[in-house]
Nanobody, 123 residues
């Protein structure tokens, strides 16, 4: 099983980034997917999640209206479009996959995790 994040980097406040998560080694289209982030000295927190069909999406209040999660089940890839980035969005962003997700928002519900990609928002 592999989840590989990409697309992170340094961006100025108000800028945009698009993260990707490439999945392999498991039936991607049968899994719900999520994005989490962890800032230095803080716990890992939920960012966004999408059901296996891509029809229902969930967002943390802090990113709602600025971030958009999507997935391509043919390409086995998930995306996070991040607009109007703020310094408080600075963190390592992780993608995760799971099958039984009662809330979609708890990290311990997910089975597989990527290694993360750094996002830094600074002028």
């Amino acid at each position: 099983v592999q989840l590989v994040e990409s697309g992170g980097g340094l961006v100025q406040p108000g800028g945009s980034l698009r993260l990707s998560c490439a999945a392999s080694g498991f039936p991607f289209s049968n899994y719900a997917m999520g994005w989490f982030r962890q800032a230095p000295g803080k716990e890992r927190e939920f960012v966004a999640a999408v059901t296996w069909k891509g029809t229902t999406k969930y967002y943390a209040d802090s990113v709602s209206g600025r971030f958009t999660i999507s997935r391509g089940n043919v390409a086995n890839t998930m995306y996070l479009q991040m607009n109007n980035l703020k310094p408080e969005d600075t963190a390592i962003y992780y993608c995760a996959a799971g099958t039984i997700l009662p809330t979609m928002r708890r990290a311990d519900e997910y089975d597989y995790w990527g290694q993360g990609t750094q996002v830094t928002v600074s002028s």
